[in-house]
């Protein structure tokens, strides 16, 4: 649907106006004065949608929102480990973006590649151009291949999964397990924190071991971390695998590597020798959406990106706001789709306000919840709330607030599930 | 899980009734620094409850209950009262009685 309808609807912005003549003025921003104030949103996920869903329904219709997606449907990471241990289906992960067309929001399926920071417009890999008043960025994270020279090659990549984005890799992850001969090994490096999901990848290496216990009793579960310790929900996670996955999972601490060999699924460890496995899963380390690292808003390290934490707007260039996994997190905030949602609000709030001459709340709180399956039943949560503080000027956790699960139970399991209803509900409904 | 069970015997100790009382007065005195702050505020428990506090799974709506049931439930599960609670118990820790009251107050308008 795209070409046609983006060129009838969007090109309407600057250099457009001289090829399709004066039809397209009537939606500029800049004509007239009386055109409503325009957002442009890119990136589907748990902080874009969010953004776009609460910017309709807090402005009533009185901001022009577009959100810009490359996918057709939204596919949860969330519970997307479950396809992985074969206790769900991708269907299962998969929601539509119709509901937020029922607001009013219109949907361009493009990839977003660059922004013009002064004439305030957008542009898309298809030579489409958009026109902002103000622009939120949710890029999510891409990887740091460049220090991975085994994995140049599209080949490699399709080899040694990394599966960190629900689609089809997860699929193609799966297919991998099923593949595997009884008696195999399955090994997943995690790199230094931080890296998108903190309590992600146990929870993986928990859903493979379930599944080869069901299917592949033979089979073992090998964790190689790059941090030192379990990084989230470490008691919980250590407790599974030394309790009902004695014997299926073998967690390593400190395993740097080199590089991978993606012909041989070997990886080359800094420190002693080399690891092979039959299935291998690689999360390469991460930094800010290629948008965000393109466009000079990685302004940590390069990496990731500073905000302002009462509007979410960048440090570095003025009318974009950015949200989610890609921000130079405040510290004990975790990179979670809960957290992308919660930002998307804050930012949801000030940006309505900057648009309509209101004030822009000064007293803005998150939470954050993350819950992981031990199993196909038991869950286990780790759940902080989060104040700004003023003279900071950053988020910081409350005192006493948050904590983890006693142990793995099902009723957070049927809780869990709910979470994910109700979240994608609130993002997509 | 059933929502019921969590509604059972919501409000009727005593105590809780005059905390509310308490709470309620505390945030009638104390005006909002933004007008938007509790619908800000209650847009945090809706990856649980739903937008506007209208869940559509197992989790308990919060949209169309009383305010001072809302309080009350908050304190008790901020006092551990609550043995059944998985999560409230640690996020109700995170606010004070005057942002439960404006979240309250925010939820018991919206339609159920």
């Known amino acids: 649907m795209s070409t046609t309808f983006n060129r009838r609807d969007f090109v309407k912005s600057a250099g457009a106006l001289g090829l399709l003549g004066t039809s397209a003025i009537t939606g500029c921003a800049s004509v007239g004065g009386v055109a409503k104030p325009r957002v442009v949103v890119v990136g589907g ?38 396809v992985i241990g074969g206790s769900k289906q991708m269907a299962d992960v998969t929601v539509s973006y119709d509901g937020l067309g029922k607001r009013g929001i219109r949907r361009v399926k493009g990839e977003a590649v660059g922004f013009d920071a002064d004439k305030k417009t957008l542009s898309l890999a298809d030579g489409t151009t958009l026109s902002y008043d103000r622009l939120i960025l949710s890029p999510g994270i891409d990887f740091m291949y460049e220090s991975l020279p085994g994995l140049a090659s599209a080949d490699a990549r399709q080899k040694v999964l990394a599966a960190w984005k629900a689609g089809p890799e997860t699929v193609a992850l799966r297919n991998q397990l099923t593949a595997m001969k009884d008696g195999g090994v399955y090994a997943i490096h995690i790199p230094k924190a931080p890296y998108r999901c903190p309590p992600g990848p146990y929870e993986r290496a928990c859903q493979v071991a379930w599944y080869f216990q069901q299917a592949k009793p033979k089979s073992k579960v090998l964790i190689l971390d790059a941090n030192e310790d379990v990084v989230s929900k470490k008691g919980l996670f250590m407790k599974a695998w030394n309790g009902q996955y004695k014997g299926i999972v073998e967690y390593r601490n400190n395993q740097e590597i080199q590089d991978v060999d993606a012909r041989t699924n070997t990886l080359k460890m800094s420190f002693g020798d080399d690891v092979k496995a039959d299935v291998l899963n690689l999360l390469p380390p991460m930094r800010a959406g290629n948008i965000a690292t393109q466009n000079g808003l990685n302004n940590s390290n390069k990496r990731w990106c500073l905000i302002d934490w009462l509007t979410y707007e960048s440090t570095a260039v003025k009318n974009v706001h950015i949200l989610g996994d890609a921000l130079q997190i405040a510290p004990l905030m975790p990179k979670s789709g809960h957290m992308a949602n919660q930002h998307a609000k804050v930012c949801a709030a000030a940006v309505v306000a900057q648009l309509t001459g209101e004030a822009v709340n000064t007293t803005p709180m998150v939470a954050n919840t993350c819950y992981s399956f031990i199993d196909n039943r038991n869950v286990v949560h780790v759940a902080s709330v989060h104040r700004y503080d003023a003279a900071q000027k950053t988020m910081v956790t409350v005192p006493g607030s948050g904590g983890l699960s006693a142990e793995a139970n099902t009723a957070e399991g049927g809780f869990a599930n709910s979470w994910a209803r109700n979240i994608w509900a609130d993002m997509l409904a | 899980m059933n929502p019921v069970k969590f509604r059972g015997g919501r409000v009727p100790a005593l105590f809780g009734a005059l905390a509310v009382v308490a709470a309620l007065s505390a945030s009638a005195q104390a005006q909002p620094a933004n007008a938007n702050l509790g619908r800000n505020l209650a847009a945090q428990c809706a990856n649980c409850h739903g937008t506007n506090g209208r869940s559509v799974t197992s989790v308990p709506s919060l949209a169309g209950q009383d305010a001072k049931d809302i309080v009350a439930r908050m304190k008790e599960f901020r006092d551990g009262k609550v043995p059944k609670a998985t999560i409230m118990h640690q996020l109700a820790k995170g606010y004070t009685d005057e942002q439960v009251a404006l979240m309250a107050e925010f939820f018991s308008k919206q339609a159920e």
Do not use: H, Q
Not at chain 1, 63 to 74: C, M
């Open chain 1, 45 to 82: 996920g748990f902080g874009g949608a969010t953004a776009a869903k609460y910017i309709a329904m807090w402005s009533d219709g009185k901001i022009d929102v577009t959100l810009v997606e490359r996918g057709d449907a939204f596919v949860s990471c969330p519970l997307s480990n479950l």
